[in-house]
């Protein structure tokens, strides 16, 4: 009799680990704004590898689809230091440890959709943890303009992926996941 109660109990802690382990990767969040769909491509990749949940910046005003309307709007928002309305904000922040925030690089800074999200929101304490896409600016100031909406959240190193390659990014998403210790 004994054996069983032991045997139920040690079910129960496997189950329970089993359980917690399913948690803590629900602490993770990926935010994240796509034009074109190069950063959606890089969040599933993200998500794909670490299991955290989606969250997609959605705009209330669409951007124009003809790339120069979108590139001279774009420019003027971020040189006006606007901040676009966007459709809502991620429920239960509160719930999650690291916030990674997805945008494409846009003038050599984050999108402006990224940067309402990010004034919104409070992600003191949390890990937030950067990803860029882009055409051939890298990082450049992304991820020093992510730092300064959320100065109180600590960070992790952040990945430029150039958007050409976005849908071959696996490898290149899983090594860096590794490196700053948020891989499998």
Known sequence: MKRILFLCALLGLVGSAALEAQNEKSRMLIVYYSYSGNTQTLAKEI???TGADLFEIKTVEAYPEEYQAVVDQAKKEIADRVRPAIQALPENLEDYDVVFVGSPNWWSTIAP???TLLSKVNLKGKTVVP????????M???EK???ALCPRSDFKKGLAINGNVAEKSSVA???WLK????GK
């Open 173 to 175: 998403v899983q090594k």
């Open 47 to 49: 998500q794909k590898a």
């Open 145 to 147: 303009d992510v730092k």
């Open 140 to 142: 450049a100031d992304c």
């Open 179 to 182: 490196e700053i210790g948020l």
């Open 113 to 115: 959709p990224v940067s």
């Open 131 to 138: 990803f860029i896409t882009h055409g051939s600016g890298g």
